[in-house]
């Protein structure tokens, strides 16, 4: 290739990624434009909540969620503090953002009202109950506590807890990967040219996704965007310190950028690909679940990983390229420079120590190892995932939680969040009777267009005396139960399921939905989805390895370790989550997306090592060949596991409790399958195997180096 292409062309894959910075950068704060915390779009089509929902607008006025307003004075409620209260449903009332007030609702205690006032559609949710709580601030009389709550006071502190997710979330994960890079490579310029490949990544993927979202291709809701940065930095930045190891190696070989880029590419391009390759099979395996908003995070984080793949092999390539040795100053390695002794009695620091404990003790290093991390797993025992209360979604302060606790004191809990059943208008009188029957039910009512307040009461007998009558569509009928236990109580939700059975013996078409319904149905779809997806990741992930490392044995070991390193890091979690945090339990998806993501992302190392220790033994045969791809890969994994665990961890920063436990599941199980699975477990089953752990490829029948 001439000198003119050599200069040219890694110049214009860099001003190409400057291109796509310039215009994806600005997308970064516009994502949440796109996003969406509505837990019922999430739900697949077939769920009965889904359906309610679709057809809860044939029998009402259309509007949005709910916001309950919730007055309380201990002793009871003065005549002036009713006043005020009727003042301010008539305040709500005048608001653009507000469809309906109901009436004021005094407690039976005396000791609280309820006002309901419901969102018009094209309320923005967040900014509508920020302004509802200041209204009623203002119209607080001393001594009067006020709350907003409800299914629009939830999603508003949701959406709240989310706003550091464009900002915060991304600096602070850029800072800790930034000072790690520095400790390791002591260069004050590798680091920003790593970062600057991962950002760029970044950049694009956003762009894409917000495209894609504004089309209504991919839903994307506050975790899945979080995920999206914190896997997008991690993987490129992997990427890119695999890509750098092997050409600062190059550059001891070869005296021009242009030779070491070269030498480097074919060494990496293998592992890299094949690694991002693993990453982006395993995330859509989650295309399979029923649930939308794990669908949505399949594609999302495929597009990301494929960002992050393109970036560290044409990018990073072209800036080390421009700045050759001078990016690894001040310990710029020379050309003609020895490589470092790997093995034997020379070798010198940590690897090769490791190395020799390996070689020395090798059957009884994987036993301890295989033994510890089974041990950890004992944790899974005590590890409850089937789902959790929506007011504990958000960690730390939440107006909507202590709202809903101050209503559940005064009235029936499930007040302002009802459970809705259709069912047909000629089985009206049984659906009531069968619903008030129900345990845990405080109240009927139908829903009716024509109604101020939008339902009218009803009794087993007859609908309302009232000039109002239930809304009737195709033949059906909308009920609105009200439960005595607060909405997202385990109580509720059983309510839910008996009255799913009960309704179903009277009219076998009926469904019930509603929020409660929609947490069961959630839930529900969710351990469906991990039972499902989890093995075919595992199958998919074995078939891949084979085809890559040639071989049987060893992809079934390494899928082994794999699986102990990720029990061992949930039951480490489970542990911590009960036991220190205290935490009321965990989403079905937790251990679902923490597999994916130590599966996927732990098949990285795994294939980082393997692919080195057989490029070694072809060389020096089996047990040189391990000892040698560990003590050169041994550095480059250990920093890549670092700079994963503490991207992940950075997720702890947005105070929501789905994030906060991937967060420390996946940081910590990459620091186990950094520290002991790629560092001795595999190395010491791979030595004491040897030639076995290639079978049947040629190198298994190798009795001599090749």
């Not at 994987?366 to 033994?371: H, K, Y």
């Amino acid at each position: 290739m001439s000198r003119f292409l050599r200069i040219v062309l890694p110049a214009l894959v860099i001003v190409a990624w400057l291109a796509i910075a310039a215009v994806g950068g600005p997308y970064f704060g516009k994502i949440s434009e796109v996003s969406t915390n509505d837990q019922t779009s999430f739900l697949p089509a077939s769920a009965d909540a889904t359906k309610v929902q679709e057809r809860s607008s044939e029998f009402r006025q259309e509007s949005g969620a709910p916001a309950i307003i919730v007055l309380e004075r201990e002793g009871g409620m003065s005549s002036s503090d009713l006043t005020a209260a009727k003042d301010l449903a008539t305040q709500l009332g005048d608001r653009d953002d507000v469809e309906a007030v109901s009436p004021v609702i005094p407690s039976e205690d005396g000791d609280a009202v309820e006002i309901v006032a419901t969102l018009t559609t094209a309320a923005d949710t967040g900014d509508a109950v920020e302004a509802i709580r200041a209204d009623v601030d203002d119209a607080l009389p001393s001594g009067v506590s006020g709350y907003v709550t409800g299914p629009a006071g939830f999603t508003a502190d949701l959406t709240e807890a989310f706003a550091g997710i464009d900002g915060l979330l991304l600096g602070v994960a850029l800072a800790a990967v930034f000072v790690i890079l520095i400790i390791v490579y002591r260069s004050p310029l590798l680091p920003i040219l790593v970062l600057g490949t991962a950002t760029f990544a970044l950049c694009a993927s956003i762009l894409v996704v917000w495209w894609l979202a504004k089309a209504d291709i991919v839903t994307v809701n506050g975790q899945v965007q979080g995920i999206l940065s914190i896997l997008v930095i991690g993987a490129a930045t992997d990427y890119a310190l695999l890509y750098t190891a092997r050409f600062r190696e190059a550059l001891r070989d070869h005296r021009t950028g242009w030779g070491a880029t070269k030498a480097a590419l074919r060494g990496s391009l293998e592992p890299i690909l094949a690694s991002g390759g693993t990453v982006i099979v395993g995330v859509l395996c989650l295309l399979l679940s029923d649930l939308n908003s794990n669908k949505a995070l399949g594609p999302v984080a495929a597009i990301g990983i494929a960002f992050s793949l393109l970036a560290a092999l044409s990018l990073l390539p072209a800036l080390l390229l421009a700045f050759r040795r001078a990016a690894f100053w001040p310990l710029r390695p020379a050309y003609g420079s020895a490589h470092p002794v790997l093995t034997g009695p020379d070798a010198r620091g940590i690897w090769a120590r490791v190395g020799r404990l390996v070689a020395k003790r090798s059957r009884v290093v994987w036993i301890v190892c295989t033994v510890g991390l089974l041990a950890m797993g004992t944790g899974l025992v005590g590890l409850k995932a089937d789902g959790v209360p929506q007011s504990d979604l958000v960690i730390g302060a939440s107006q909507a939680r202590d709202g809903q606790d101050v209503l559940a004191d005064h009235f029936p809990g499930g007040s302002g969040s009802p459970a809705q059943v259709i069912g047909s208008e000629r089985d009206l009188d049984a659906l009531v009777d069968t619903v008030t029957g129900v345990d845990g039910v405080d109240g009927v009512v139908a829903a009716a267009k024509d109604a101020p307040s939008g339902t009218v009461p009803v009794t087993g007998d007859s609908p309302s005396n009232g000039a109002a009558t239930p809304t009737v569509s195709r033949g059906d009928v909308l009920l609105e139960a009200t439960l005595t236990d607060p909405a997202d109580s385990d109580a509720a939700e059983e309510t839910v399921r008996d009255l799913r059975t009960a309704v179903e013996q009277v009219d076998p078409g009926a469904i019930v939905g509603g929020v409660t319904a929609t947490a069961v149905d959630t839930n529900d779809t969710g351990i469906r989805d991990r039972t499902l997806i989890i093995p075919v990741v595992l199958v998919v992930i074995l078939l891949i390895l084979m085809l890559l490392l040639r071989s049987v044995v060893a992809p079934l070991v390494l899928i082994g370790s794999v699986i102990v390193s990720f029990a061992a890091a949930l039951g480490v979690g489970a542990l911590v989550f009960d036991h220190v945090f205290h935490f009321p339990g965990a989403d079905p998806s937790v251990p679902l997306y923490s597999f994916v993501f130590l599966v996927a992302l732990g098949v990285d190392y795994n294939i980082f090592l393997m692919t080195r220790v057989r490029e070694e033994a072809l060389r020096h045969g089996p047990h040189e060949g391990v000892l040698r791809g560990l003590g050169v890969t041994g550095g480059v994994i250990t920093s890549a596991g670092v700079v994963l665990a503490a991207t992940f961890a950075a997720l702890g920063v947005i105070p929501i409790l789905f994030l906060v436990q991937i967060a420390f599941v996946v940081a910590f199980g990459v620091l186990l399958d950094t520290i002991v699975v790629r560092s001795l477990l595999v190395p010491a089953i791979a030595y004491d195997l040897g030639r076995r752990a290639w079978w049947p490829s040629r190198l298994s029948r190798a009795n001599h180096h090749m």
